[in-house]
Nanobody, 117 residues
């Protein structure tokens, strides 16, 4: 599966952004879809994930502010980010995997989110 993320940009603290990820392939609905992020000088970290069989899961740092959703008919997964903070600044990546607790095998190219204070 190929993934293409979009929607990043510059936003002030407290603002909102919506990231989207378009996926190729006929079996999109069977994949666990996730968002990760990598801040400058930091390791990549998990943000959110969802599948057809499990409730969405979120990192504690974004719980209550970010919402992951997917549209299996359009092969897309989105990340609605509200109440953004400067520490949310990072390159955001969408990813796809086979199992909810397993690793993610497919990655998009990343989209930059910059939150100014």
């Amino acid at each position: 599966v190929q993934l293409q993320a979009s929607g990043g940009g510059l936003v002030q603290a407290g603002g909102s952004l919506r990231l989207s990820c378009a996926a190729s392939g006929r079996t999109f609905s069977s994949y666990v879809m996730a968002w990760f992020r990598q801040a400058p000088g930091e390791e990549r970290e998990f943000v959110a994930k969802m599948s057809s069989n499990y409730a969405p899961a979120y990192a504690d740092s974004v719980k209550g502010r970010f919402t992951i959703s997917r549209n299996n008919a359009k092969n897309t997964v989105s990340l609605q980010m509200n109440s953004l903070k400067p520490e949310d600044t990072a390159v955001y990546y969408c990813a796809a995997g086979a199992t909810f607790l397993g690793k993610f095998d497919y990655w998009g190219q990343g989209t930059l989110v910059t939150v100014s204070s």
